[in-house]
């Protein structure tokens, strides 16, 4: 009876914690949303949250809907730094973002002359 007793409250146990919800990426993985980027400048337009299965992300394409069409990012994390890419695939000319330095409020300074605005399609993210 003891183990009958043990068996169940390990089954329980297992259950509980398999019916706990997790966030959910794309093919099924947890996500962690490491930034969130608008089509417009001063978080302006559409919103997009670059979202990861785990950090550090590797690389990742955005979203085709945002594909070169961002104007601002804000990391959800001051430990977080983020590359961003204009090429996918991690490729191209890339800017460096670090969730401590704060949002990027307009891309279409950064540098000067606007090299990144409407041209981001790549992201790669670690921890600092």
Not at 25 to 37: E, F, K, T, Y
Not at 50 to 76: H, V
Not at 100 to 112: E, N, R
């Amino acid at each position: 009876m003891r183990f009958k007793s043990v068996l169940a409250a390990s089954f329980w146990s297992v259950t509980l914690v398999s019916a706990i919800p997790q966030p959910q990426a794309a093919g099924g993985a947890a996500s962690i949303r490491v930034a969130s980027a608008y089509t417009d400048a001063k978080f302006g337009g559409k919103k997009i949250d670059l979202t990861a299965a785990s950090i550090p992300t590797g690389c990742l394409d955005i979203d085709k809907n945002f594909d070169n069409q961002l104007s601002s990012l804000q990391l959800t994390d001051a430990k977080v730094t983020c590359v961003f890419w204009i090429d996918n695939r991690c490729g191209g000319n890339s800017m460096t973002v670090t969730g401590a330095q704060g949002p990027v409020l307009d891309l279409s300074y950064i540098p000067a002359g606007g090299l990144y605005n409407d041209a981001l399609s790549s992201y790669s993210c670690r921890y600092s």
